[in-house]
């Protein structure tokens, strides 16, 4: 089954989250899966069961409640966005599985340019050190996924000081340019050539590029 990626470069986040709840509710058995890369204006999103009083410091970047689990993160340019659109029946792949294939994607993806990673047991993510350079956020219906993840590459990360990244107070954010310098738009390319390298194995899938402009019900972020 072909992953349709679609390169969307920089996108307003409630356009796109309505776009991917729309994909989703309109999508059958046989339909191809979907990757969307991208990047959002500066934002901050949180999960439906977080508090509105998220800002420690108050500035002028909007605050939008998503329909993903978890608390806060700050999402804006200089980030890789990754949409999974991924139908995980299909797969046979329950919620765990499917986020330690995204973290081991971010992980193997960093590894190129020498940078070593890791997870945190009970924080999904990636981290360099005990800093946060990728979030992975999910929300799971009808079998399938939609949300992804996002990694830092360079950025201001200064926004993440106004928020308990992921409800963790003591939790720092970094940016891939701390330990390597790679142009965003490299980046992109690296990634995508990692994500297929992975998931074309593990889940039977061929990636067709465009250049543009569940199981269960459930929803997870951190």
């Not at 200064?158 to 954010?173: H, R, T």
């Not at 142009?183 to 899938?205: C, Q, S």
């Amino acid at each position: 089954m072909e992953l349709i990626l679609r390169k969307l470069g920089l996108q307003d986040y409630h356009k796109t989250w309505a776009s991917m709840q729309k994909v989703i509710l309109s999508k059958v058995q046989g339909d191809s899966d979907g990757l969307w890369l991208l990047e959002h204006f500066p934002v901050y999103t949180l999960g439906f069961g977080a508090s509105e009083n998220i800002l420690l410091i108050k500035n002028d970047i909007p605050v939008i409640r998503s329909d993903r689990g978890g608390e806060a993160t700050y999402h804006g340019p200089g980030q890789i966005v990754a949409y999974f659109l991924i139908n995980l029946r299909r797969k046979g792949w329950g919620p765990k599985r499917f986020v330690n294939e995204l973290e081991s994607s971010v992980m193997d993806f960093l590894k190129d340019y020498g940078v070593s990673s890791k997870r945190q047991q009970g924080n999904p993510g990636v981290y360099i050190g005990n800093k946060k350079i990728c979030s992975v956020g999910l929300t799971i219906k009808r079998g399938y996924s939609y949300h992804g993840l996002i990694i830092n590459i360079d950025m201001d990360l200064s926004p993440f000081e106004s928020i308990n990244i992921c409800g963790k107070q003591s939790l720092k954010a970094t940016d891939l340019n701390e330990f390597a310098e790679v142009p965003i738009e490299k980046a992109y390319k690296d990634f995508e050539k990692t994500v297929k390298a992975r998931f074309e194995g593990g889940m039977d899938t061929r990636i067709r590029s465009f250049l543009l402009r569940p199981l269960m019900n459930t929803a997870l972020y951190q």
